[in-house]
């Protein structure tokens, strides 16, 4: 058994904005690095975005399988950004996590899990989590983070909120 996309689903079409303007947030905020911290924090996320909102237009009516590889880009950029974390448990958690996104979206979009419904927890209490960070870093934190601080956090929140989309778009495939 194995999913699909139907590109013109409503949850589908967030999903791909969202992937967007994950884009567009990442290129406006780091568009001036170089060496290893360019392709990291830049072209690896952009390019793994543009993939994935391609390949959903290109193969999601017929299968998700293409997807793993923008997916495994976009862990690769989260795991990257882990090791920036001042606790090593935190890095450490993070990592985990990351990696049980990949396995357990790709063995969802391999067929392999008979349920897609292990995804909506999977993406949508992380995504919750950031929010709720932010808002309080916004609003209540002592020393209250300026909003234009919190672009770069907003485009993880986009790519986290675009693949919890995409969970709500798949329907077994006929």
């Known amino acids: 058994m194995s999913y699909i996309v139907r590109p013109k689903n409503g ?16 290129v406006y905020c780091f568009h001036d690095l170089s060496g290893f911290w360019a392709w990291a924090y830049l072209y690896v996320p952009v390019g793994a975005a543009v993939l994935f ?26 795991i990257v950004k882990a090791f920036t974390f001042a606790s090593p448990l935190h890095t450490a958690l993070c990592c985990a996590l990351y990696m049980a996104v990949l396995l357990l ?28 960070m932010d808002v309080y870093e916004l609003f209540f934190a002592a020393e209250r983070t300026p909003f234009a601080a919190l672009l770069p956090e907003m485009s993880v ?3 986290m909120a675009a693949l919890l989309c995409l969970a709500f778009a798949m329907e077994k495939q006929k």
């Open 11 to 26: 949850f589908a079409v967030a999903s791909m904005a969202l992937m967007a303007v994950f884009a567009a947030l990442r």
């Open 53 to 78: 909102v391609a390949f959903l237009l290109l193969f999601g009516r017929r299968t998700l399988l293409p997807l793993c590889l923008p997916v495994a880009g976009g862990v690769a950029f989260f």
């Open 105 to 132: 979206t790709c063995l969802t979009f391999f067929g392999l899990l008979r349920t897609k419904y292990l995804l909506y927890p999977l993406y949508g209490l992380p995504l919750l989590a950031h929010i709720g």
């Open 157 to 159: 929140l986009c790519i």
